[in-house]
């Protein structure tokens, strides 16, 4: 297709001066003349994929904003949270039964719940059968604790709830209720403290991190970085010399790693990974501490992510090389590892590779990716590019997936 077809140069200019930037910065920052940015803004030049992955990655957005017709900032998540869920969280109703469970059952199934989370490959769907009722039942037992005499069973069924909310901000955001994601990790970290658990108070912060995360204001991501750092800090002060005080630290610090590498500073998000996260995971080892899948395999994933997200789309895939995800107990995690490699090989313009990587993906979390704006963006893209011999297997997952 000629370059004044394409709507690249349009769109890159329409970022640049969105965020007020002249010609001459993101040149210089992208490593290009001001001359060739001028000619990409002109149509009269298509970039390189380097270059265009460069010049995404300085304006802030994903490749694929600027192949398409209208500018678009990155999709928000679609809505798909089971309404009973919301109902249960916005509700205090009383559960059918008026018996309060004991904490050592509510546990059981909490964590029953979370490993289903983690391992289904239809985890959205077995999910939403299992939290409505959870959510009735462990909320009803820590209001009747609420007043009780003994405090070991109170302390008790608030970390069970503090676990509960952690999950459900995971199950939240996933699903397109920030506002619910936001609200369940505020109730996790109350939780926590009224349980005066040093963890899974700086496990709450986690889970907190992540919802800032998740927004595109830039000053979200910002603070993200900030509380996981704090949380981390009080996390040394009270010299809790565990390996699940350790675990939980490397999972705030990979926070502050994303942080750092969603607002463009390639950098310091490399340096933190080197000098804080990785020593944290030599020394904990693979695990799943409080749910956070910290360890050496998740800290390679992020140098991955980083080297994705900067635009290096090669040494994303050098690295991914040397990297098992066989040893992740979290189906999330690996998904999210395909899908940046996926993203790899498509600023590379391998589409097979992208395909095959695609593919897997509806094999490992069919769900997930439905539900994901990127990758149905990237399918999407796929299937205006790609050569005929390859039309017909693009054409079935969209079918299947139900995108068109």
Not at 43 to 55: E, F, G, H, I, Q
């Amino acid at each position: 297709m000629p370059a004044s077809q394409l709507p690249i140069g349009r769109n890159v200019r329409y970022y640049r001066r969105r965020d007020g930037r002249t010609i001459t910065a993101v040149a210089g920052l992208c490593g290009i003349t001001e001359r060739y940015l001028e000619m990409i803004e002109a149509s009269s030049k298509v970039p390189s994929a380097d270059v265009l992955a460069r010049l995404a990655a300085e304006l802030g957005v994903p490749v694929a904003a600027l192949f398409t017709e209208a500018p678009v900032d990155e999709p928000a998540t679609p809505v798909s949270t089971a309404p009973a869920i919301a109902r249960a969280l916005m509700s205090y109703a009383t559960p059918a039964s008026a018996t309060v469970l004991g904490p050592a059952q509510l546990r059981e199934r909490v964590e029953s719940a979370w490993r289903t989370w983690q391992s289904s490959k239809n985890r959205f769907t077995e999910i939403a059968d299992v939290l409505p009722a959870l959510i009735t039942d462990v909320e009803h037992a820590v209001r009747a604790h609420r007043s009780g005499g003994d405090p070991a069973p109170r302390r008790e069924i608030l970390r069970v709830a503090a676990d509960l909310y952690g999950l459900l901000r995971s199950y939240c955001r996933r699903t397109g209720r920030l506002d619910l994601s936001l609200m369940v990790a505020d109730r996790a970290i109350r939780a926590a403290e009224d349980a005066d658990d040093p963890i899974r108070i700086a496990v709450g912060t986690w889970n907190m991190g992540h919802v800032l995360l998740s927004h595109t204001d830039p000053g979200a991501v910002e603070e993200a970085k900030d509380i996981a750092l704090q949380a981390a800090g009080q996390l040394r002060r009270e010299a809790l010399a565990s390996r699940e005080a350790a675990a939980v630290e490397g999972a705030l610090e990979l926070v502050a790693v994303v942080s750092d590498a969603r607002r463009r500073r390639w950098a310091d998000a490399r340096r933190r990974l080197a000098e804080r996260a990785d020593p944290l995971a030599k020394r904990v080892d693979e695990g799943n501490v409080a749910w956070t899948v910290f360890g050496p395999t998740n800290v390679a994933l992020h140098a991955i992510s980083v080297e994705m997200l900067a635009g290096d789309a090669a040494e994303g895939l050098r690295l991914a090389d040397q990297v098992n995800i066989g040893q992740l107990t979290s189906r999330e995690r690996q998904f999210t590892h395909q899908l940046e490699l996926a993203s790899c090989h498509a600023l590379r313009r391998d589409d097979a590779a992208v395909l095959v990587h695609l593919l897997d993906l509806e094999d490992l979390a069919p769900e997930d990716l439905v539900r994901s704006p990127f990758a149905r963006d990237m399918i999407l893209q796929l299937q205006q590019r790609i050569r005929p011999v390859f039309r017909r297997q693009v054409s079935g997952l969209i079918e299947r997936l139900e995108l068109a």
